[in-house]
């Protein structure tokens, strides 16, 4: 094998390499705008519950769904329509507002292959291991698995493309 033709070869390699390391970067970005989409509807929804009964709303939920009030699961969910007042829900509103614009910042700029958005979503994904460690510790389940593995999957990606940055 000549010179020119190994060269060749290997270029190729690189870049097949390089479209898979974007198409990568590309399924997280549009995960991530996924997330920041979803946030901004939870938090239309939170706005719809401003200045309603939300106790009023849980139990008719829960009575709609034939459940037990007295039953665990129902009585969490009346506890926290009590909890709740409409300072909480303006509280959780500006709380889903932030986090929105966080992960939609994050997908344009890893569409974009900016650097910068690699940093913060190895860093904001990596903030959620411990307590997702934490979670299969106490309740050990599949999807807590699954989403555990996931998350590590691209925190590893995001971290492994920060560090071949830096020493490129």
Do not use: C
């Amino acid at each position: 094998m000549n010179v020119r033709h190994k060269n060749s070869f290997m270029n190729s390699r690189q870049a097949a390499a390089n479209q898979k390391t974007r198409r990568a970067r590309r399924v997280i970005a549009l995960f991530e705008a996924f997330k920041g989409i979803v946030s901004i509807a939870a938090g239309i929804g939170l706005l719809s519950l401003v200045h309603q009964d939300i106790r009023h709303i849980a139990a008719q939920l829960i009575s709609h769904m034939g459940m037990s009030p007295g039953a665990h699961y129902p009585s969490i969910l009346l506890h926290y329509a009590d909890v709740v007042n409409d300072t909480g829900l303006q509280l959780l509103l500006v709380l889903a507002v932030f986090y929105s614009a966080i992960r939609l910042i994050e997908a344009y700029g890893l569409w974009n292959e900016h650097e910068w958005a690699e940093w913060m979503g190895a860093l904001s994904g990596a903030i959620y291991i411990p307590f997702e460690i934490e979670h299969i510790v106490h309740l050990a389940s599949f999807t807590g698995i699954a989403v555990f593995l996931g998350n590590l999957s691209v925190v590893g990606f995001l971290a492994n493309q920060v560090w071949r940055r830096r020493n490129r």
